[in-house]
């Protein structure tokens, strides 16, 4: 299995953290972002969005992180990290929804623009960001995981962006329910640091 990455994405890192949280081995092979390696025409070959991550296992290329999620859960993972129920995986499902939409154009949109110095709109960004911060702080009051009572790929999906919105310039304090979360992710046997710059 080999995982097309870059260091300091989140949604490779997303990848990776789910990969030793369920004690899968990968071969990591880099794709230059900066150098505009994922536009060329190897790469589009594998992947014709021209972004990382994308995961290759038995020859078969999967792109775009929470397909990726999807795909090692069903295969490879313990049943409770996707479980096999519908209003459940409808729950989840609407999580990495929420990730590829709401947190994609918020918090990471955010962390791109004050991190790698990508034009973006930082206000839009950042409202959204804080909206999706409340959101998620909200639901965890009353919730340890997002869904369910153990921790599912819909918390691996939605914990990076968040966990790094500081680096997008949104403050984190007040949000004492999504900290607990974030802590009992730590905590989890296989957990592997948030890049850093
Ligand atoms: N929906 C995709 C988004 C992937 C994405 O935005 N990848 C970024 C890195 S985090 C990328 O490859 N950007 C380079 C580019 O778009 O040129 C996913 O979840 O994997």
């Known amino acids: 299995m080999q995982l097309h990455?870059?260091?300091?994405?989140?949604?490779?890192?997303?990848?990776?953290?789910?990969?030793?949280?369920?004690?899968?081995?990968?071969?990591?092979?880099?794709?230059?972002?900066?150098?505009?390696?994922?536009?060329?025409?190897?790469?589009?070959a594998l992947n014709p969005r021209g972004q990382v991550p994308v995961l290759v296992d038995d020859g078969q290329p999967l792109v775009d992180?929470?397909?990726?999620?999807?795909?090692?859960?069903?295969?490879?993972?313990?049943?409770?990290?996707?479980?096999?129920?519908?209003?459940?995986?409808?729950r989840i499902a609407s999580w990495l929804s929420l990730t590829a939409n709401e947190i994609h154009n918020g918090a990471a949109r955010a962390r791109v623009g004050?991190?790698?110095?990508?034009?973006v709109d930082l206000d839009d960004a950042q409202a959204r960001?804080?909206?999706?911060?409340?959101?998620?702080?909200?639901?965890?009051?009353d919730h340890t995981w997002l869904v369910g009572e153990q921790p599912?790929?819909?918390?691996?999906?939605?914990?990076?962006y968040l966990a790094m919105a500081d680096e997008g310039?949104?403050?984190?304090?007040?949000?004492?329910?999504?900290?607990?979360?974030?802590a009992r992710i730590r905590a989890l046997p296989g957990y592997v640091d948030l890049p850093h710059f």
């Open 5 to 44: 990455d870059f260091y300091l994405s989140g949604n490779c890192y997303k990848v990776r953290l789910f990969l030793s949280l369920i004690g899968q081995p990968v071969e990591l092979l880099t794709v230059d972002l900066p150098k505009g390696a994922q536009k060329r025409p190897e790469f589009l």
């Open 65 to 90: 992180s929470q397909a990726i999620l999807v795909y090692l859960a069903r295969r490879y993972a313990d049943p409770h990290w996707y479980p096999l129920d519908a209003v459940t995986e409808a």
């Open 114 to 119: 004050l991190k790698f110095g990508r034009p």
């Open 129 to 141: 960001g804080r909206q999706v911060l409340e959101l998620v702080n909200a639901h965890l009051a």
């Open 152 to 160: 599912t790929i819909a918390d691996v999906a939605v914990y990076p």
């Open 169 to 182: 310039g949104l403050d984190l304090t007040p949000y004492p329910h999504l900290h607990a979360w974030f």
